[in-house]
């Protein structure tokens, strides 16, 4: 099976990476919010506010691992893992952990994933056979290759002796 191929098979789970990736920014957020020494954050679709030592007020918040966190996404993740609406939540960085450890239980025994396995397992199948009818086929253009080498070699010879 070809890379483009796999990738095909790949667009039906972009959901699945989407909600991943937005899983994992509250995780980056948590651990920002460790390193600088906040207790809580406030977050509306609008932004992320950080408390603690010093606070801090962002659309963005970008950490020092160079990850930025939108607070429109962090909003929209927290409203589904809090299961309600607000006009913003405020939670500690031990909740966000908390509530990401929740979503992935969730996410581990999730249809999606189910899905995402057979199609990975449907890849490995044909990747795994496809070695072995590709086999005669690589040799093949090796081969020709070879002659066109010695039979380039053959002309140069006959043609040093004639200059």
């Given at each position: ?20 990736l ?14 600088r ?32 966190i ?26 966000l ?67």
């Amino acid at each position: 099976m070809d890379t483009l191929k796999k990738a095909g098979a790949m667009l039906q789970h972009l959901d699945l990476f989407h909600h991943m990736l937005d899983l994992r920014g509250l995780l980056q957020l948590a651990a920002h919010m460790e390193e600088r020494g906040d207790r809580v954050t406030l977050i509306s679709a609008e932004q992320i506010t950080l408390m603690g030592k010093e606070s801090s007020a962002e659309g963005t918040v970008t950490t020092s691992k160079g990850a930025n966190i939108e607070a429109a996404t962090a909003y929209r993740v927290l409203q589904a893992l809090k299961g309600h609406e607000a006009p913003e939540y405020a939670v500690t960085r031990e909740e966000l952990g908390a509530l990401n450890a929740r979503a992935v239980a969730e996410l581990e025994g999730s249809d999606a994933l189910r899905a995402f396995e057979a199609t990975l397992n449907r890849i490995s199948a044909a990747s795994q056979a496809a070695p072995a009818q590709a086999t005669p086929a690589a040799e093949a253009p090796a081969e020709r290759s070879t002659r066109g080498r010695r039979a380039s070699e053959e002309q140069g010879g006959e043609a040093a002796p004639a200059a």
